[in-house]
């Protein structure tokens, strides 16, 4: 399959070079570039990209505006993409932010470019994905291990199987490595990841990780 990805940056000569990287991969093509918020959401409204490439600091509605209209509600059908933030600015109110908004991923510009392919392709399967330098420090800061564990609301309402998921998207497997554990298929763990995140409230697999730890699920 190859994943369709709208490049959204204030910078042109940025845009140029993300899209160069981009195309450069057999299975990633893409469709379109934005140079500010607004036009980053009507062009994916427009395109059905799998992956936004989405700056935070850009003129208009910033980056995390612009991911929260793309991304939508949990358990609406408002959601158009999933959104990758790629930004120089490693601020943690920013990553905050960006995953509050639903972002799948936080990657900053100093990302290479295999590992910024395999960022996309991961977040276009359904994946997670955060930068080295701050899964330490998000972990520590949103789940600390000495704050007591709080159940997230709908927990009672996932099914054994749901639960089984938010167990292993809190130890951060990704949705190949949960269809292995579980047997099951990819295609049933997408869908399963899908109705914990609805019944949870939660927007995004990184949100569903921080859940878990809060319910106590993960050691």
Same mark, same amino acid.
């Given at each position: 399959?190859?994943?369709?990805?709208?490049?959204?940056?204030?910078?042109?000569?940025?845009?140029?070079?993300?899209?160069?990287?981009?195309? #450069?991969?057999?299975?990633?093509?893409?469709?379109?570039?934005?140079?500010?918020? $607004?036009?980053?959401?009507?062009?994916?409204? *427009?395109?059905?990209?799998?992956?936004?490439?989405?700056?935070?600091?850009?003129? =208009?509605?910033? =980056?995390? *505006?612009?991911?929260?209209?793309?991304?939508?509600? &949990?358990? /609406?059908?408002?959601?158009? %993409?999933?959104?990758?933030?790629?930004?120089?600015?490693?601020?943690?109110?920013?990553?905050? @932010?960006?995953?509050?908004?639903?972002?799948?991923?936080?990657?900053?510009? #100093?990302?290479?470019?295999?590992?910024?392919?395999?960022?996309?392709?991961?977040?276009?399967?359904?994946?997670?994905? $955060?930068?080295?330098?701050?899964?330490?420090?998000?972990?520590?800061?949103?789940?600390?291990?000495?704050?007591? &564990?709080?159940?997230? @609301?709908? $927990?009672?309402?996932?099914?054994?199987?749901?639960?089984?998921? $938010?167990? %292993?998207?809190?130890?951060?497997? #990704?949705?190949?490595?949960?269809?292995?554990?579980?047997?099951?298929?990819?295609?049933?763990?997408?869908?399963?990841?899908?109705?914990?995140? /609805?019944?949870?409230?939660?927007?995004?697999?990184?949100?569903?990780?921080?859940?878990?730890?809060?319910?106590?699920?993960?050691?």
């Amino acid at each position: 399959m190859t994943v369709r990805v709208v490049v959204a940056d204030d910078q042109a000569a940025i845009r140029t070079g993300l899209t160069m990287i981009l195309d #450069s991969a057999p299975d990633i093509t893409v469709v379109g570039e934005a140079a500010d918020g $607004l036009a980053a959401v009507a062009l994916a409204r *427009e395109t059905a990209p799998d992956v936004v490439l989405m700056d935070i600091r850009m003129p =208009g509605i910033d =980056g995390i *505006e612009a991911t929260r209209r793309l991304v939508g509600d &949990p358990g /609406t059908r408002d959601r158009v %993409c999933e959104v990758l933030v790629l930004t120089t600015f490693d601020l943690d109110d920013y990553v905050d @932010s960006a995953l509050a908004a639903g972002a799948a991923g936080f990657l900053l510009k #100093s990302v290479d470019a295999p590992s910024l392919l395999a960022a996309v392709r991961a977040v276009a399967r359904g994946d997670g994905v $955060l930068a080295p330098e701050i899964t330490r420090r998000v972990i520590s800061r949103l789940a600390p291990p000495a704050r007591r &564990p709080q159940p997230p @609301s709908g $927990l009672a309402d996932l099914t054994p199987r749901e639960t089984d998921v $938010l167990t %292993c998207l809190g130890r951060g497997l #990704s949705n190949a490595e949960i269809a292995a554990e579980l047997v099951i298929t990819e295609a049933t763990t997408k869908t399963h990841v899908s109705r914990v995140l /609805t019944k949870l409230g939660l927007r995004s697999r990184v949100q569903a990780a921080i859940a878990a730890q809060d319910a106590g699920l993960v050691g």
